[in-house]
């Protein structure tokens, strides 16, 4: 997959209408349900633009966290907020994308992909142009007129990621969207995560069991466990697949690891 820094023409029609990224922070948080917290005195700051990638166990509560800066749990004790504002719901500006594709198996890819830009009141031909600027993007365009059901799992996740950008949020807040996909389009996916991403300025909290994955795409990756955020480590770069056996890379590879019990 190409990642020239040559702007294509889709990508100018997208990146020209993109947002700025958003800041989202936790102070002093206590995350989950009144009957069930699940992580304790949390201090995040994701920087505008960045890449988050949190690793944790499962049930250590990386989905709760998501769920918080979605607006969709409140905190239980301290703030969360975007922008220095507390995060009081839901925000248009804040998409979270789930393992499942969620798109609606009636309309197809193109329709799907005008779906939040029909909601925000665009002409219709200005959507449409959109739709199949992103679809382009993620290199979906010949399929846009088929639907969901008659395209594989990793281009129903293309569609998807074209239709949460299309709607320009500030935040995309990813809960281990490639996890059902096999190896190899796995790879693809982050690849294209990567290439999309360049130029939206869109921030993005991404929930992964995969350390490799998290290595590969975020800037800062958060390690959960035992009911706390255990650390939050910078990521060496350049961010290349053949950088793996980067003795920065491998020392904070291992520290994940441990961090996870492996």
């Not at 989950?32 to 049930?59: F, K, M, Y």
């Not at 770069?237 to 980067?246: L, N, Q």
């Amino acid at each position: 997959m190409s990642t020239s820094s040559e702007t294509r023409p889709a990508e100018a029609r997208t990146a020209a209408a993109a947002p700025r990224g958003t800041r989202l922070t936790l102070r002093g948080a206590t995350l989950g349900r009144p009957d069930a917290p699940a992580v304790a005195d949390v201090h995040l700051d994701v920087a505008p633009g960045q890449i988050l990638t949190v690793v944790g166990a499962s049930g250590c509560g990386k989905s709760t966290l998501l769920r918080t800066f979605a607006g969709l749990l409140p905190v239980l004790d301290g703030a969360v907020e975007q922008d220095g504002r507390p995060v009081t719901g839901p925000g248009a500006d804040r998409a979270l994308v789930f393992q499942e594709d969620a798109l609606l198996p009636w309309r197809t890819l193109r329709a799907n992909v005008e779906l939040p830009l029909a909601i925000q009141g665009l002409p219709r031909a200005q959507r449409r142009e959109q739709a199949e600027a992103w679809l382009e993007r993620v290199e979906l365009a010949e399929l846009a007129g088929q639907l969901p059901h008659r395209v594989s799992g990793g281009q129903r996740q293309r569609a998807q990621l074209a239709r949460v950008l299309a709607g320009r949020p500030r935040a995309v807040l990813m809960d281990e969207p490639f996890g059902a996909l096999d190896a190899q389009t796995r790879a693809g996916m982050q690849d294209l995560l990567v290439e999309v991403l360049h130029g939206t300025g869109a921030t993005v909290v991404f929930v992964t069991h995969d350390v490799d994955e998290a290595l590969f795409l975020g800037d800062r990756v958060a390690l959960l466990g035992s009911g706390r955020l255990t650390a939050v480590r910078d990521v060496p770069r350049p961010r290349e697949r053949s950088a793996h056996d980067d003795p920065a890379r491998l020392a904070l590879r291992r520290e994940v690891l441990t961090s996870l019990g492996s």
